[in-house]
């Protein structure tokens, strides 16, 4: 499984950006997705995550300003930020939890795109 993520740039605050994750197989529609960041000396956090029901979380700093969501036949998945904040500055990553018979579930991550908010 490979995850590309891309979207990723330099936006004013109050600006938008979709990030964009590709999945090599069409994992998408049947296992957990989700976006994770992480800030200059802060640890990882969830921003966002959606699983193969269609339940979907948000870290609580961002919700009702960013949105996950996912195309299966495209086998990607996005996250569509909008009123961005100077905080919200990061390295954004996504991930995919694979549940496979016997094997259990295995993460995979994505390279990572670069979010900076600054005017």
């Known amino acids: 499984v490979q995850l590309q993520a891309s979207g990723g740039g330099l936006v004013q605050p109050g600006g938008s950006l979709r990030l964009s994750c590709v999945a090599s197989?069409?994992?998408?529609?049947?296992?957990?997705m989700a976006w994770y960041r992480q800030a200059p000396g802060k640890q990882r956090e969830l921003v966002a995550d959606?699983?193969?029901?269609?339940?979907?979380n948000y870290l609580h700093s961002v919700r009702g300003r960013f949105s996950i969501s996912r195309d299966n036949a495209k086998n990607t998945v996005y996250l569509q930020m909008n009123s961005l904040k100077p905080e919200d500055t990061a390295v954004y990553y996504c991930?995919?939890?694979?549940?496979?018979?016997?094997?259990?579930?295995?993460?995979?991550w994505g390279q990572g795109t670069q979010v900076t908010v600054s005017s």
């Open positions: 197989g069409s994992i998408v529609s049947d296992n957990t």
């Open positions: 959606i699983s193969s029901g269609g339940r979907i």
């Open positions: 991930s995919a939890d694979v549940v496979r018979p016997i094997m259990g579930v295995t993460t995979y």
